[in-house]
């Protein structure tokens, strides 16, 4: 019934009780005879009291306008999106929050499916079947759903709907909306946080594996190269003592290069390694790299060229030789002694290099390929060959603070060639 019918009928009866009450008194007029005082003096009280009806009236018609006004705020500016929904999921009526969350004006809102603001597919499907859920255990429910926004972003948001009853019939679907992006953010750091977490817990078991296995023989060497050093106290076996000297501090030097390998791993990890590029003469610096790593060179042959006018380069020399370290003792350890090492920098102008290190060994068998720079990771031909499986990964990494890429060609059995490239590396900075 609208405003204006109910207005209407209720003054028709108002009226009619008004005339009955009229009749009453004529009757009562003619039937008694009642002084005119009496009559005058009725009506006066009647006019008053009707005027103090019609004052508590207003009163009441303001304090119900004002509790209205009330409930509308509350509506209005609760802290959650208010949704009011037909059986179909289209909207009959929101609030402010609802509209705010939305960034849409409530007259846009209104009779749009609330499916047509979910942001995917799946959202829509999925509140399709949580709308479905209320229906019909007639109790509320709660789905999770991306809202798109009219500027076109989105937010993750908690839909819950309660099953709204009139007469024992469905009347509406009430549906609120919390933004609970931020929650989620959360939930995921935590996760992910979990994710490292377990990562660091394999990563320890898996180096402490490494570190047992590969500790072992540079110890042993050590061990036994030292009683041998013990035994040999004749001046004659000085050539003898002096090659057990040098298996010693090789053995050493394994043993501080897997260590630094350890490091490196824990420090990219933690994100303590920044870059902090200068200027160098860059064929000199691998001609150093060349002579430093002589000791893990069995009989190899390596040849260095550079090609282009400019030789000064703008990295961090600290990581750019760890980098090539790693990257020239692997072309001897997985290539045949007496193997060729061919290793080729090429800088034609000031901000484009390229480092190619190319071996003629074992290489990467396909399958493996993938996985190559991947923590621990070793390839199934290198079994017998002694390693951590952290060199490339640490490489690659380094590559990238220093803004560059790592890239390989490699055959199995035939070779490898890994690729360094630093284009526009001075905008790193
Ligand atoms: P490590 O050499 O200590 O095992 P790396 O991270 O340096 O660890 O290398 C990972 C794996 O990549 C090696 O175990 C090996 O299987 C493969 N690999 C790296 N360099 C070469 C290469 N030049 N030739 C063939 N295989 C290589």
């Not at 304090?63 to 208010?82: R, W």
Request: aromatic share 8%; proline share 2%; glycine share 4%.
């Amino acid at each position: 019934m609208s405003t204006t019918n109910f207005k209407k009928n209720n003054f028709l009866e108002l009226r009619q009780k008004a005339e009955e009450k009229i009749q009453r008194i004529i009757k009562k007029v003619k039937t008694e005879i009642v002084p005119k005082h009496e009559l005058e003096h009725e009506l006066s009280v009647r006019e008053i009291e009707m005027e103090m009806q019609y004052d508590e009236l207003t009163l009441t018609k303001n304090a119900l306008k004002e509790s209205l006004k009330n409930y509308s705020t509350f509506f209005d500016y609760a802290p959650i999106g208010y949704f009011i929904l037909d059986k179909n999921g289209v909207i009959r009526n929101v609030n402010q929050t609802a509209c705010s969350q939305l960034g849409i004006d409530k007259m846009q809102l209104i009779a749009k499916a609330l499916s047509t603001f979910l942001r995917t597919e799946q959202c829509q499907d999925d509140f399709y079947r949580h709308r479905n859920l209320v229906l019909e255990t007639e109790i509320s429910q709660q789905v999770e759903c991306e809202i798109k926004r009219k500027d076109g972003s989105f937010f993750i948001a908690l839909i819950e709907s309660s099953y709204v009853k009139e007469n024992e019939n469905f009347n509406f679907f009430l549906s609120t909306v919390s933004d609970i992006s931020t929650r989620k953010k959360q939930e995921r750091k935590v996760e992910m946080a979990l994710i490292k977490e377990k990562e660091l817990n394999a990563m320890k078991s898996q180096f402490i594996t490494i570190a047992s296995h590969e500790f072992r023989t540079p110890l042993t060497t050590i061990l036994s190269s030292a009683n041998l050093i013990e035994k040999y106290g004749n001046p004659k076996d000085e050539e003898k003592r002096n090659k057990h000297f040098h298996k010693i501090k090789t053995s050493v030097s394994r043993l501080k290069e897997i260590l630094m390998d350890f490091l490196s791993v824990s420090e990219v990890e933690k994100g303590n390694i920044t870059n902090n590029p200068e200027t160098f003469n860059l064929v000199k610096f691998i001609e150093d790299i060349i002579e430093e790593t002589k000791s893990f060179n069995g009989t190899h042959n390596v040849k260095y060229i550079h090609i282009g006018s400019h030789q000064n380069v703008f990295l961090d020399m600290k990581l750019l030789k760890i980098c090539l370290t790693n990257l020239i003792i692997n072309a001897y350890k997985y290539s045949p002694k007496g193997g060729l090492i061919e290793i080729t920098t090429e800088q034609n102008t000031p901000e484009n290099l390229v480092i190619i290190i190319k071996d003629n060994g074992i290489g990467i068998p396909d399958a493996d390929a993938l996985h190559i720079f991947e923590t621990f990771f070793r390839a199934r031909n290198a079994e017998n060959i002694q390693g951590t499986g952290l060199g490339l990964n640490i490489t690659e990494k380094f590559v990238g603070i220093m803004g560059g890429s790592i890239s390989f060609i490699s055959k199995e059995n035939k070779g490898t060639m890994f690729i360094l490239k630093f284009l526009h590396y001075n905008n790193v900075l």
